[in-house]
């Protein structure tokens, strides 16, 4: 009979080559009786092996297929300062890459009925900007039965996942030097786009249910603002979802003060029933944008942007004149997928996932005082005043967990000491465990 001891040191011998690379991502692992060959051990205790790697998240194992090196890159473009700090196979949780059982399954199949299907060769050529007309009617007929936007083909455009879109939306409807009121705490990509672009950001206040709407109704007495970034069903990373009231509110101001909306609908899908989208209260001043990102795979790179008519044109040749077209091949399966209610089943399971994720939290940070929906995939953990990000990120990443700090989301001079905490990138197994952790960490760290 092997010992427990013997099983261990497979284990670690096996997790330390994936740590260091010796194993890369991707690669087939031997099967379970080669293994057991190879050490002198009993199947069993091969299959054991495998299921203490699988539950570290170092593996994943496909039916008939074998064991592989599971790919798990950190997502820290928010915080590269940490980098240095993190091992390939640390605990991300400044990212949300969601991976869920049967997403390999999902891909192969497609990728199978694509190459018996039709004319593949046409999945080789160049898409118009913005996709083909039979495709965008997809996205149209989704967006009207599951997003409640009223919408035609020639008000869908197609493009490379949602950061995309708001770039194009950026370069359609702004110019250097114009002033975008946004949220105190924001997306991170937009901020970036925003810099690039060199647009000035006007940061508006909030309070627990949202942004300050008289606030910002006061800055656009003050300044003219050309453009009002928000994100009303989901907020990023404060988890809010705006009432009716708020948002006729908001399209309100945007109509009085001649104001152009940009609505990320990036994790709206998580939100359930919400009222309606400021594209369907206001759709003659709003570019709407979301992707499948965080729903299939944020991999995918597949998003899509609703404009108004009279914007149509105009986003179209922004389109051709910077990326063209989104990739044929991604296009002809994100929308097969969008057809065939794919989509639409995998986000219900979804949410359920984020509100078993959410619950987790819950049990484990419940006195910490964060700020979270109940469907979100992330959560705002403010900390204590005598404690810094900066000094807690560095403490949490050498004991091998990735987070964001609140200064990649801040639009104002003071930035305040807050983690972001993404949940869906971490192995549903695993989360509990990071999170105490994480807890454990703040509540010993040195004051």
Same mark, same amino acid.
């Given at each position: ?31 379970? $009786? ?14 054991? #092996?495998?299921?203490? *790697? ?27 300062? /940490? ?39 046409? *999945?080789?050529?160049?898409? @118009?900007?913005?996709? $083909?007309?039979?495709?965008? &009617?997809?996205?149209? /007929?989704? *967006?009207?039965?599951? $997003? $409640? ?17 708001? /770039? ?10 114009? =002033? ?39 800055? =656009? ?54 009222? @309606? ?107 204590? &005043? /005598? ?19 609140? &200064? ?17 990138? #971490?192995?549903?197994?695993?989360? &509990? ?15």
């Amino acid at each position: 009979m092997v010992s427990t001891s013997t099983v261990k040191s497979i284990v670690q011998l096996l997790a330390g080559d994936i740590q260091s690379g010796k194993l890369p991502p991707g690669g087939a692992l031997p099967t379970h $009786r080669q293994l057991a060959a190879r050490h002198g051990v009993a199947v069993a205790s091969a299959s054991k #092996v495998y299921a203490q *790697l699988t539950a570290m998240g170092l593996v994943i194992g496909e039916t008939g297929r074998g064991t592989f090196v599971r790919d798990r890159p950190l997502q820290r473009e928010w915080d590269s300062d /940490d980098e240095a700090r993190l091992s390939r196979t640390a605990a991300d949780l400044s990212f949300n890459h969601p991976t869920w059982a049967g997403q390999a399954d999902l891909l192969r199949t497609m990728l199978r009925e694509l190459a018996v299907s039709g004319d593949l060769a046409a *999945l080789m050529h160049q898409q @118009p900007p913005g996709g $083909r007309r039979h495709e965008r &009617e997809i996205v149209a /007929d989704f *967006l009207t039965a599951e $997003r $409640r936007i009223q919408t035609k083909a020639e008000q869908v455009f197609l493009v490379n996942g949602a950061q995309q879109g708001l /770039d194009v939306a950026i370069r359609t409807l702004l110019r250097p030097h114009d =002033c975008v009121a946004v949220d105190a705490l924001t997306y991170p990509g937009f901020k970036m786009a925003a810099h690039l672009h060199g647009l000035a950001l006007k940061p508006i206040t909030y309070h627990a249910g949202g942004p300050d709407l008289d606030a910002l109704n006061a800055l =656009c007495r003050r300044e003219r603002i050309r453009a009002i970034y928000a994100m009303p069903t989901l907020h990023n990373p404060l988890g809010w979802v705006l009432t009716a009231q708020q948002r006729h509110q908001l399209a309100n101001i945007a109509r009085q003060h001649n104001c152009m909306l940009i609505e990320d609908a990036s994790y709206a899908f998580l939100a359930g029933k919400s009222p @309606p989208p400021l594209a369907t209260l206001a759709p003659e001043r709003t570019i709407y944008v979301s992707s499948l990102s965080k729903s299939l795979a944020s991999g995918l790179r597949f998003g899509f942007v609703v404009v108004p008519d009279t914007y149509a044109k105009q986003f179209r040749s922004v389109i051709r004149a910077t990326y063209w077209s989104a990739p044929s091949i991604i296009t002809a399966m994100a929308t097969r997928w969008i057809a065939s209610g794919a989509v639409t089943k995998h986000e219900k399971h979804m949410r359920a996932d984020a509100q078993q994720r959410q619950a987790i939290a819950r049990k484990i940070l419940g006195n910490m005082a964060f700020t979270a929906h109940p469907n979100a995939l992330f959560l705002w953990l403010p900390l204590p &005043e /005598d404690l810094r990000a900066d000094r807690i990120a560095a403490a949490l990443a050498k004991n091998e967990i990735a987070v964001s700090k609140a &200064e990649a989301y801040a639009t104002t001079p003071h930035v305040p000491h807050a983690l972001r905490i993404g949940l869906s990138s #971490v192995p549903l197994a695993q989360l &509990e465990p990071t999170l105490l952790r994480l807890r454990q960490t703040i509540e010993q760290f040195p004051v």
